[in-house]
């Protein structure tokens, strides 16, 4: 199949790797920020000193600073651990339809959907990619089970159930959805008797190993963080929580949807357009072709030399098959429900997609096969060829943009830090770089969601923190947060200084954050074009009218460039 093979060498290697890092890569990566070399003496687990995840973190922590100079090479690995779940979904697919081509449908819709940005594009986030691809060897092995395996494969299955989620809980979601795929998948003459023991056996010793990892998970988590019991809500809170996640997931599905793939499309045919883009998209439009035409042959004598053995082809089986595949979709949601300030975010839809795809793949699967004697059934496949085709090709495109934004936004963070580095070269011991604005976008397509859809070096406390030490290697300079859609945490601004609520050595104070002098603070804001901007004078308006200005001791000293005066109501 030349037609997914190139569309997925353009929508995910168009800029060669050359993406950098993005906000938890600094955070996980190994590194010393003072000998600015790899750590290897470190402590791996060190942003999780517990059982939670365990495989994630030294993963991370060894792989980002292995390659810390070579993260065109880590990209290729996310790309290439996404490109073995999609083969994955393939074998799956092609032992639960008759029709090639209604496997790969399913299984280029799932590899090239546009919200997998995050899982492909963003190193930290291959730890999403990894245990789907496992979870996929455990889905292809339980077909095999079902179809007469001995019981021997269990230990196996289970196994693999626990190394995911040691790796992301998410993808073991489908547990319990296998039964469904055993009843589609297992021999139709098989008793009910023998399928519900069979497919029950295999459940609870999957099962019985999550149950394993929640234990460990919970004796050895602390009560307050995330995975702790303190995380977990109670259960009048439940309905709320509910409500909330379903919410976001709609919102994600609907308008976010909509203006990341619009923006990211845009984007992405602003970076193909030029020579060399337009040979790659005449090539990819002319492969499209070979697509459709295989897509219309097939099917016809296809599905007649199809073997009818397998269940999974007749209408019940693809009963069963499909509701695995809806009730995947939904179980996939469910670990965000019960914990406490858990988020759903655009990389949280790789696993469910998983589950769509098999839908698909199946509702596809029963067209074909309705349809193959009329006169007209080429046409008809024919044209889901060329739907999907067109689909397919507007994501990969897409995808090229989310490429063009991940790189615009590492060179603008690497850009931003290396100007206040060259600004402030020397801050005093303890000095705090307090971000009061960040006015800049790392794309302007119109489409707000998407200009602002990755977050700048300021956009959390821990990757702040990692890159302003790691610019300077020094350990005793901080700054504080800053991101698009929230206001400057900063509690108070005065002619004494600021205060943060976060402690930072050196500026603690008895609240449990920090009262940051002028003598070590340095106020920045960053610019429409995405320089450093210092705050050389502040102009404090108090409750009662009074406007108090004062400069700003360190920044007086910085070496020239753009300044301005900040104005600061006080709270």
């Known amino acids: 199949m030349v037609f997914p093979v190139l569309l997925f060498a353009v929508a995910f290697f168009y800029l060669r790797g050359d993406l950098g890092r993005y906000y938890d890569d600094y955070v996980f990566a190994g590194r010393d920020a003072v000998r600015a070399a790899t750590d290897w003496s470190g402590n791996p687990w060190r942003s999780a000193p517990y059982f939670w995840r365990p495989l994630l973190f030294p993963f991370l922590y060894y792989a980002l600073a292995a390659l810390w100079n070579s993260m065109a090479v880590m990209h290729a690995l996310n790309v290439a651990v996404h490109a073995c779940v999609a083969l994955g979904l393939w074998v799956l697919l092609r032992r639960l339809t008759r029709s090639r081509a209604a496997a790969a449908t399913g299984a280029m819709v799932f590899a090239f959907y546009p919200l997998h940005f995050d899982v492909v594009f963003w190193s930290t986030a291959i730890t999403s990619s990894i245990p789907a691809g496992l979870v996929m060897v455990v889905c292809v092995l339980f077909v095999r089970y079902a179809r007469g395996s001995g019981y021997g494969l269990l230990p196996g299955l289970a196994a693999l159930a626990f190394v995911s989620v040691c790796w992301y809980e998410q993808p073991a979601t489908v547990v319990p959805a296998l039964t469904l795929l055993y009843m589609g998948a297992c021999p139709k003459a098989q008793a009910w008797r023998t399928r519900v023991v069979r497919s029950g056996a295999a459940v609870v010793v999957m099962g019985g190993a999550l149950c394993v990892y929640l234990a460990l998970m ?223 976008r790392a794309a302007a397509t119109g489409r707000l969601l998407f200009d602002v859809g990755l977050l700048g070096w300021t956009g959390s406390q821990s990757t702040v923190e990692a890159m302003i030490k790691q610019a300077y290697r020094r350990n005793d300079v901080h700054c504080t947060q800053l991101d698009f859609w929230n206001p400057p945490a900063v509690r108070a601004v005065d002619a004494g200084g600021v205060s943060y609520p976060l402690a930072f050595a050196g500026n603690a104070d008895a609240a449990g954050g920090s009262r940051i002098s002028w003598e070590r603070a340095v106020p920045f804001c960053i610019g429409v074009d995405g320089r450093i901007v210092l705050v050389d004078r502040l102009a404090v308006k108090r409750a009662d009218g009074r406007v108090e200005e004062f400069v700003p001791p360190v920044v007086k000293s910085a070496a020239p460039g753009p300044a301005r005066t900040l104005e600061w109501t006080a709270k």
């Not at 919410?247 to 193909?272: K, P, S």
């Not at 269940?311 to 098959?321: L, M, N, T, Y």
């Open 218 to 440: 919970f004796a050895t988590v602390p009560r307050g963080r995330r995975g702790g019991a303190a995380s977990i809500v109670p259960v009048a809170e439940l309905h709320d929580r509910v409500m909330f996640c379903t919410g976001q997931i709609w919102r994600l599905m609907t308008v976010h949807f909509r203006e990341y793939t619009l923006g990211a499309f845009n984007l992405g045919w602003q970076t193909v357009g030029r020579v060399r883009g337009m040979v790659v998209v005449l090539l990819v439009v002319l492969a499209a072709g070979v697509w459709v035409k295989w897509v219309a042959r097939s099917g016809g004598e296809e599905q007649e030399r199809a073997s009818l053995d397998r269940p999974s082809q007749e209408r019940a089986g693809r009963w069963w098959v499909a509701g695995f595949g809806a009730s995947w979709w939904v179980l996939a949601w469910l670990p965000f429900v019960p914990v406490r300030d858990q988020w759903v975010t655009p990389r949280c839809f790789y696993v469910p997609m998983l589950g769509c795809a098999v839908v698909l793949a199946v509702a596809v699967d029963w067209l074909f096969e309705r349809t193959r004697r009329w006169r007209a059934a080429a046409l008809v496949r024919g044209a889901v060829g060329a739907g999907v085709a067109v689909w397919v090709v507007v994501c990969g495109v897409a995808l090229v943009g989310w490429q063009a934004m991940y790189q615009a936004r590492n060179r603008a963070d690497a850009a931003q830090v290396a100007d206040l580095v060259a600004r402030v070269p020397n801050p005093p011991k303890d000095a705090v770089f307090v971000a009061f604005k960040d006015e800049f």
